[in-house]
């Protein structure tokens, strides 16, 4: 899921809040995987929205392909066919690795948790999210401290809920 957002305030809110949050969910994500048995790896992924058939994205994926190789004269016309169809966004993840068994999780969602209010830690391209405003102090400014809390817990439950074996 992209975020949406209703008005430009709560861009605003959210501009000022995802670097930092990031930043965070990654720092206290290494704290985590240093106290674990788990190993972890960071990828680059690309993200498709829910209705893009898997034929337009495979489509999509070899005209890139095809793009890399392709002399100046057939990348135009590449180009061109491309920017008619849909194209992903970038996500990250981070992939979890222990013993036979791999666990991939969506870092973008994660960020999400922290940065947005949610019933029940999911969005819908349906709904604008609304930023969780305790995470900023009385002048507008991040609140570090409350900040680091909550990126903290969100991170412990991802690890809580990792199978013990």
């Known amino acids: 899921m992209k975020p949406r957002f209703a008005t430009i305030e709560t861009w605003q809110q959210a ?14 994500l290494r704290k985590q ?5 788990w190993r972890g790896q960071y990828r680059d ?4 929205a829910d209705d893009i058939p898997d034929e337009t994205k495979a489509r999509v994926f070899e005209l890139q392909q095809q793009l890399e190789t392709a002399p100046p004269e057939q990348a135009a016309e590449i180009e061109k ?3 008619h169809l849909p194209s992903p966004y970038p996500g990250y993840e981070l992939q979890l690795e222990k ?15 922290i940065c947005f209010r949610s019933q ?9 999210v609304e930023v969780d405003t305790s995470l900023f102090d009385e002048t507008g ?4 401290n ?3 809390d909550k990126t903290k817990r969100i991170v412990e439950q991802v690890f809580d809920r990792l199978p013990l074996e």
């Open 33 to 37: 995987l240093d106290a674990s048995t």
């Open 81 to 83: 066919t491309l920017s």
């Open 45 to 48: 992924v690309q993200v498709w």
């Open 120 to 128: 029940d830690g999911e969005w819908s391209d349906d709904f604008p």
């Open 146 to 148: 409350l900040l680091e």
């Open 99 to 113: 013993n036979d068994r791999q666990i991939k999780v969506d870092l973008w969602a994660l960020c999400y948790q």
């Open 141 to 144: 400014e991040v609140d570090w």
């Open 15 to 28: 501009d000022l809040l995802m670097q930092p949050a990031f930043i965070r969910l990654i720092d206290n």
